[in-house]
């Protein structure tokens, strides 16, 4: 996750999900979050560690591998006689302080099928940003935010999940009317543990909502220009099993004919040069593994199916991700090709990158995907600049910058500090895109 130089090798991308499907929830007691120097030897380490019981953090692999290890893999682990660093000593203790997994709550399975069953209640105050969140509860309060601004948007449901959950999100918009402008994509959530997205997401939302009720003139020329379809989960089926069963779950949970392992890596799966050897993963038990044929998970049909619709086209698509406070513009595929308008992604990337310095003094660093981080592909903000013709295709990672406590575990304190820097990079690449 870290950035790397221009031109680096690429490592062979490998993954290690080497965790059982278990409907057993794992408590993740007595994992250690180790970060182990892997530079010069990263396939060799990769493939020690696939003879171990871990949780792989991270796919770039050139400097360091971030793992949890199981506590019954710790003994052969030290045996390795890797150099390497604690990050988190025990690890289900972090995810207990975190809040929001509940294996044995009936509440954290709850969904509604359909946003029209729910009636809105009150609107929500700032304190929704104070903790995590149920999908239940994520999907009542679009209910309730969508019922504040009636008259300038509506809640959407662009298809169902691999589990018939609703992919749901809001689409509002300003005086042109329902569908005039060019569309604004949010995508948050694909990936289920990295769930700073899904709040990241709803608190530009909220921005949105209430700048436009309080009459902020910034928030109504951005309102006017374009229209904003917003889906804060895009995978619930992995997102409700990260609260449910396995806080660190990434993929969705699409089962397989061929195998016991569950799970498709939804960023992976986009129908664009999906069949590029490297940068996603044959095997389904892997983190990455890209599904048995392109755009064949039900979340990813509609997905594109949605973005395709879009009547005005596409003037910016964000996929939102943690962590590693980076801003990635395409291409994943092929680390030699670059986006025909690379200078002005760039240089908005940048701005975006300065304004985020500015509010919180949070470091963002902009650049490529495969030749700036890690080949990766299948994945959305291609699909997005080449089929979806967007104008501005990003993933953002959010924070943290590092994993083991506060890796996929950010603490709830720190919601709303990631929602105030992104609202500041996002009201200046509004204005300035
Ligand atoms: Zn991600």
């Not at 493939?47 to 796919?59: D, G, P, W």
Request: proline share 6%; net charge neutral.
């Amino acid at each position: 996750m870290k950035f790397l130089a221009l031109f680096s090798l690429i490592a062979p991308l490998a993954s290690a999900a080497v965790i059982d499907i278990v409907d057993k929830p794992i408590t993740y007691d007595g994992y250690r979050v180790v970060r182990i120097d892997s530079r010069g030897r990263a396939p060799a380490i990769e493939k020690m560690l696939k003879t171990l019981n871990i949780v792989q953090y991270n796919f770039d692999t050139k400097e360091y591998i971030e793992v949890a290890i199981a506590p019954e893999s710790l003994t052969k682990f030290e045996k390795m006689r890797l150099k390497y660093e604690v990050l988190d000593e025990d690890l289900g203790a972090s995810i207990v302080q975190e809040g929001g997994f509940f294996p044995d709550s009936a509440a954290a399975r709850k969904i509604s099928p359909s946003l029209d069953k729910l009636v809105p209640k009150v609107f929500p105050d700032m304190t929704w940003f104070d903790t995590y969140h149920t999908f239940a509860e994520h999907q009542q309060w679009l209910v309730d935010v969508q019922a504040a601004i009636p008259g300038n948007s509506e809640l959407i449901e662009v298809g169902k999940s691999f589990q018939n959950r609703p992919l749901n999100g809001i689409h509002i918009w300003g005086s042109g009317g329902k569908d005039s402008k060019p569309a604004v994509l949010w995508h948050g959530t694909v990936h289920a543990r990295e769930w700073i997205s899904t709040m990241t997401v709803e608190y530009l939302t909220y921005g949105l909502i209430t700048g436009y009720n309080s009459n902020n003139t910034q928030v109504h020329s951005i309102l006017d220009n374009y229209d904003f379809y917003i889906i804060p989960v895009v995978n619930p089926d992995g997102f409700v099993y990260t609260q449910t069963t396995n806080r660190l779950w990434r993929k969705s949970r699409q089962t397989h004919p061929s195998s016991s392992c569950a799970g498709t890596d939804i960023n992976r799966n986009w129908p664009f040069k999906w069949e590029t050897p490297g940068g996603s993963s044959t095997n389904p038990c892997d983190e990455t593994f890209r599904g048995l044929s392109p755009g064949n998970t039900p979340e990813n049909t509609a997905l594109s199916k949605h973005a395709a619709s879009l009547p005005n086209g596409i003037k910016l698509y964000i996929d939102w991700h943690s962590f590693s406070q980076l801003i990635l513009l395409p291409y994943g595929y092929d680390c030699n090709r670059q986006v025909a308008n690379y200078d002005k992604q760039i240089s908005l990337a940048k701005g975006v990158a300065s304004a985020v310095l500015k509010t919180s003094k949070k470091t963002y660093t902009p650049g490529a995907t495969c030749p700036d981080l890690y080949k990766a592909v299948g994945g959305s903000t291609d699909w997005m600049q080449d089929v979806g013709k967007a104008e501005i295709s990003w993933c953002i990672e959010l924070r943290p910058n590092g994993g083991g406590i506060g890796g996929f575990q950010l603490s709830p304190k720190e919601i709303k500090p990631t929602g105030e820097e992104m609202w500041s990079g996002m009201m200046y690449l509004l204005a300035a895109m």
